[in-house]
């Protein structure tokens, strides 16, 4: 199917945006993923970076921008986002601790999604909010599954290890404690899209009194399950979405 708009610099910037889907690239990398002139890449992509749509990692690789987060946003059409919210109400209530949606952008993490517990002590992780990909169990679900060249950088400094990652593959679940925040335990499960890809990760937080040095044992099935849930969500969309083009195209 041919994917041109007939408007040449709006599909060479979409193959920009494309590319960068995958993860971090170098100007290099830009060049080989899209098949676009060295020069042209790179204008693309400072331009692109002038409207926030792309940024840079700590390495000055490119990464796609904080701008597409809040357009997806504004847009109400992001179908995670939407879903989100009654999953981690759910869990919420089902645990009694917070609960966070995580989605990764380059080095870093944020909280694209939330429910805090209503009382008590909590871990309060505001919308928003962007953490580490060193530390907590949400970076180790959001790295875990990723290619073994940027799950080897990924390692680089983080307070967990490839045994780690290599459990967290095993059971389908992270957890950590103290690994963040003294004296804050968290649980985290993976989002996946419709291929298969981690695309988020669900978690629960809250202090170690209540949720133990073991909080898998506790919630790990739970949050498992909120994840899955939002999974489903996008493996449907995306059948309806295929069945609608295919309707439309007839």
């Given at each position: 199917m041919d994917t041109s708009s007939g408007v040449g610099v709006l599909d060479k910037a979409a193959t920009v945006l494309g590319a960068l889907e995958a993860g971090p690239a170098t100007l290099a990398q830009l060049v080989g993923a899209t098949g676009l002139a060295r020069p042209t890449a790179h204008r693309?992509?400072?331009?692109?970076?002038?409207?926030?749509?792309?940024?840079?990692?700590?390495?000055?690789?490119?990464?796609?921008?904080?701008?597409?987060?809040?357009?997806?946003?504004?847009?109400?059409?992001?179908?995670?986002?939407?879903?989100?919210?009654?999953?981690?109400?759910?869990?919420?209530?089902?645990?009694?601790?917070?609960?966070?949606?995580?989605?990764?952008?380059?080095?870093?993490?944020?909280?694209?999604?939330?429910?805090?517990?209503?009382?008590?002590?909590?871990?309060?992780?505001p919308v928003g909010a962007t953490l580490s990909m060193l530390a907590g169990s949400a970076a180790q679900v959001l790295l875990a599954w990723e290619e073994p060249d940027r799950l080897h950088r990924g390692l680089q400094g983080a307070a967990f290890t490839a045994t780690a990652l290599s459990g967290v593959r095993r059971r389908g679940w992270a957890q950590s404690v103290a690994e963040r925040e003294a004296g804050v335990a968290s649980v985290s499960a993976p989002v996946r899209g419709p291929s298969g890809r981690v695309v988020a990760a669900v978690s629960i937080s809250g202090p170690i009194e209540r949720l133990s040095r073991q909080p898998g044992r506790l919630h790990a099935a739970t949050v498992m399950a909120g994840a899955n849930k939002l999974t489903e969500v996008l493996r449907r969309h995306h059948a309806t979405s295929q069945q609608q083009q295919q309707d439309h195209n007839v």
């Open positions: 693309l992509a400072v331009a692109l970076e002038h409207h926030r749509l792309v940024s840079r990692d700590m390495q000055g690789r490119f990464v796609l921008g904080p701008r597409l987060g809040e357009l997806a946003s504004a847009a109400g059409e992001d179908r995670l986002l939407a879903a989100a919210g009654p999953v981690l109400g759910a869990l919420r209530d089902h645990t009694n601790e917070s609960a966070q949606l995580f989605r990764r952008q380059g080095d870093q993490r944020i909280c694209v999604a939330a429910a805090e517990r209503p009382v008590g002590l909590r871990d309060s992780i």
